[in-house]
């Protein structure tokens, strides 16, 4: 260590939001170059190192071959499959002399459903899975958490490729092993969860998640196995029931009722209901305006109606809605929609259903605006719900019999003790780190880059294709995140820079002469040393920085030493036990 | 073989122009992706792999720490030491979503430099040397040539930083010694030559050069053991002489002389030389007006006076005045220069010596143009040139006397045959590729910022560097020009993808169970071996296959097999041995 590239930071940095970010620059692992972006010192490029060769040789038990491809791609590609517009501001974008567009690649999908194109023609060819560990770039709108979520990271990013959908279940699953064998081996807890795969145009994607209540990731889980995110999480449908027999609807005066509380407490005190029980919120029926900014710049009014004890989760309603971005509708938006030829306009904190329900709310014609319906509002459920005047609302209206919505929509926030779709019981929510995340992307990228093979008949077939990816600078944090106390790192085994520090205390030459023979027979043992040989530096300061550097195992040559006895330290627990010299061989064997 | 991802390509690429791209992507080690821009396949990488290792090891032994610095980084650092305008249109600059500007680092002094101001205070933390492998970006104006000169490539970069000159001196040379042991290992031939370290700000560099008729530059050795390249050449100055005894210099009218070789014919015809020889270009003074273009934009106007037998070699001019483009001068520029208030404006074809040649020339004010002079001409010597009038030259116009320049300048070319400035003989010109890089730095990016230690007395002082580089993809790229038949490929043992190519010819079951026992026997040595296992592929393609894959030993399993008979084959030599698979494992051991 005397000569070692390391140095320890007695304060944390000032921009550290989270623990491994605070731990790793303290203890000289990385150092920020700028927002999100960070340099690898020696002890934190081993730690980097361990993690690659795990995944490595797990993707190489999985059958899939390395490859490496830039991170600097002509625009084209991605221009094709859409996502050079889709990314949006978070892909890094550029020109060169000439002035031809690139991009730094955030994913690589594209270019790698290309070479194959370019290498394979036949169904002989497959299966194929190929995977590279590359620096990725995405411009993230806040690069907070430190290597959480950097600007540029490390992925291992694997491909596969079929030219069946079986064969995609299969080139899949052997992928998805090898994430639990790679986060087992990582120490990581995980939780594989149903996630949206819509983003990546996919038919089926999962997730990894590590279950912590720093996560940024909320999923839901039932007692019964059910799993996803909150995102893909899917709304349990309830029966329609038959819309005879209901009595009519009717528009009732509701003045001063522009909200779902004022509307509940006024249905109260003038409208009894007819079982006897309170009206509440989930009576209602409440309709949200929303704008979507479609990536080439068209925004479209849509009208998302739920139960009025729900809120919207717009992230919920972003991947519903993916590629576009989900905005509340602005005034703008409601003078235009305010007058409505042949039909009532909306009339901000009264809106009614839309579309079909035109007959009863007096329209003669259609808008052009969807009406989407939470999956709950099934035929023959009653709302309350707005008149589209100003100061009315109608009651006893009857879904499927009063207004027929354009379609359902996941809109509505995901609750504790909501029935899991499967089936499976109420679910809790928890917060979790993604992890690790696969994808079977189908054969959108294949079809778009005109990726197909001969098939068993001669017949050209377009290839399935699957994406898996893990965020190696990401695993790393997230393992700091788990393994430290007040005082610092403790790394897992498998991933330690080093596995053993050995620390000389004192100024007699036997110290440092028993160091250095611990260390050599340590080494001996196939384990790698860091040995803090400093002079002029206290035991204090070397134990403090043993702790906060976090090797697992410490040897501690003191005064013990001309007696041939040195101390172990086992960081985790802290415990220290007295062994003599003689024996240390025995205990590293 | 029957499912590594590998293809090899019967016809060459179209756009490669070396042998190394043709013969890689051929073999199925890369793919390009834009100009510049490579994939790596599976052979590709693991070739490049063993580079690095080597590479790894070598720095390791030289003590230099490995770290690893992002691509991506912040306009600021590069804008404090100038380079961000320096690199000019060969920087990749991109702007973040916030407007931030980035670029993607050509090379990293500046971050390394910071890393340690951040971190290191005292001259007790020296010497250091760190270096990392990482991938480089360059926007190369022509990017030809495949790996040889790739706008992504890999870079094995390592900085030293010292707080004397002799500690530089020393970490120089162990960087040094590494790259000798680094090429050495490699296989690559080299010439370390003295190069010019002005680009870089260094006060001192050398290049290790593989000599080879396709390299790009062009160097200079002699047999007394000078070596350097041309843009480092440094004329030997030839002792002046006493200007007093020379007759007085001569205007003539020397008509439609505009030209070197009219000048030459027109003074043997019409003004004989004194002593009878002939007048030569050599005897002529030819005076060449350039342009300098700063980053900054700003266009100065220099006039450089070289033997007329010499050409101007702008590459050694770009060095002389770097960061400067350098440009012929244009019509504009002339007409600027035609007329100059008090004295004789320049007059194309006809242009004279400069600046204080006033007084002769009849001018009588300064103007701000410099006048730079080849270094051969010294004082004393006595030229033909022109005399700033059409039509019209000066003879016996006599340096020191006449005109005295406003300093030296090496801008021109070197001939084989050319002294050497240390005295060791005449040099021969060689062509060779550039391999590495070692340069001096001193204290440039030091002082710009502010990198100081307190030195043994409680000064501060400014720290000296130095920065070493070897490209890892062009030495991959260079090896492979190096090593190859018209067949393909033949990689050294060190560097090879697989140690050994088992290949199994023919239908027999015996064949493919020999292969297989052969290739387990070969891998029980440590050997790591491709085994072309293909049942539908023929003999011929699969020797074809391997020749092009170039692994340097192949085991060919045919009908031999049933008698325990294989062929060893030595795909360098070509030779081919009868070896009984009872004998392999001894062979191998």
Redesign the interface.
Known sequence: MS???L?TLREDPSDAEVTSHRLLVRA?YI?R??PG??????LG?KV?AKIETIIREEMAAA?A??????????REPYETTGRWDEYG??L???Q??KG?D?L?APTHEE?FTL?VK???NSYKDLP?S?FQIQ?K?R?E?RSRGGLLRG??FTMKDAYSFDHTDAGLETSYQAQRDAYERIFTRLGLEYVVVQADAGAMGGSKSEEFLHPTPVGEDTFVRSAGGYAANVEAFRTLVPESIDVTGFPAAQVQDTPDTPTIQTLVDSANASQPRPDGREWTAADTLKNVVLALVQPDGSREIVVIGLPGDREVDLKRVEVAFAPAEVEAANDGDFAKLAKIPGRPGLVKGYIGPWSAASAMLGAESATGIRYLVDPRIVDGTEWITGANEAGRHVFGLVAGRDFIADGTVEAADVRAGDPAPDGSGPVELARGMEIGHVFQLGRKYAEALGLKVLDENGKLVTVTMGSYGIGVTRALAVIAELNNDEKGLIWPEAVAPFDVHVIATGRDEIVFETSEAVTALVEASGRDVLYDDRRKVSPGVKFGDAELIGIPTIVIVGRGAADGIVELWDRRSGERTQVAVTELAAHFA
């Open positions: 000569n070692y590239f140095r000289g150092r170059q700028a972006i960070f340099a690898w010192l020696p490029l980097k059958g071959f390395e490859v490496h491809f830039p991170a600097l791609l002509p501001d978070g890094f974008r550029l060169d002399r031809s690139l730094l270019v070479m370019d290498l394979y194929l190929i620096d770039y411009d709108a600007r540029e």
